[in-house]
């Protein structure tokens, strides 16, 4: 069974997916993991974050073992990794790797922000995770707060504005829902209710089969 999460930052798409894979054993990608650490790894080098060339060449060297997450998940991070990811290139030299972990025997749950559309259009579950700006940015704030970090929340509520618009925006995979995933909108929900509607649509594909 593969499962497809996507959705805008902050959305809760990354913990449904960690509790989902935990629920059904199954091996779980963060796939906006990789374009932070091609972004890291452009930063680390002292390069701008537009050097094309660079940049295909540091998201085609990834293992997706190694990642440094405490280092990845910063704020800043996040912004530089939408910034390479809007570059068409560094977005194909990343689908390989993506589609084969999502093909693997035991089934895989992935998400991201182009899953369901670009990299497995074929999965069995799709979920589009969302919630309202203003959810997003205090969950933001609150997380980035729990790493030791001092968020000016209306900074925050900005970023994330700005990431949407770039993320959706972009001509290459843009955010957007697939036509058959479900939507789940987590602004009135907390992670426990999050969790059971997701668990829900995907119990509903599993007795359909
Ligand atoms: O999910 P995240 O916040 O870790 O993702 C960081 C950035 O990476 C996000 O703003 C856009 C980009 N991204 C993407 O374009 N496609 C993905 N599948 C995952 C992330």
Not at 117 to 126: Q, R
Request: hydrophobic share 45%.
């Amino acid at each position: 069974m593969i499962i497809a999460i996507d959705g805008p930052a902050a959305s809760g798409k990354g913990t449904i997916a960690r509790r989902l894979a935990s629920f059904y054993n199954l091996p779980h990608l963060d796939t906006g993991l990789l374009y932070r650490a091609t972004a890291q790894g452009l930063l680390a080098a002292d390069l701008p974050l537009h050097d094309e060339e660079h940049a295909v060449a540091m998201a085609r060297g990834l293992a997706l073992t190694d990642f440094d997450e405490n280092l990845l998940r910063g704020a800043h991070m996040g912004e530089a990794a939408s910034i390479v990811a809007a570059i068409p290139s560094v977005r194909e030299a990343l689908v390989q790797v993506q589609r084969e972990f999502a093909q693997r025997k035991s089934g895989a749950v992935l998400d991201g922000r182009d899953i369901g559309t670009i990299i497995c259009p074929h999965a069995d579950v799709k979920i589009f995770v969302t919630a309202s700006r203003e959810v997003r940015a205090m969950r933001r704030v609150l997380e980035l707060q729990s790493r030791g970090e001092a968020p000016d929340p209306e900074t925050v509520l900005a970023d994330i504005a700005r990431r949407d618009a770039r993320d959706a925006g972009r001509t290459s995979a843009p955010l957007r829902q697939a036509d058959d995933a479900r939507m789940l909108d987590t602004s009135d929900l907390d992670i426990e209710a999050a969790f059971s509607a997701a668990r829900a649509f995907v119990e509903a594909v599993r007795h359909k089969v």
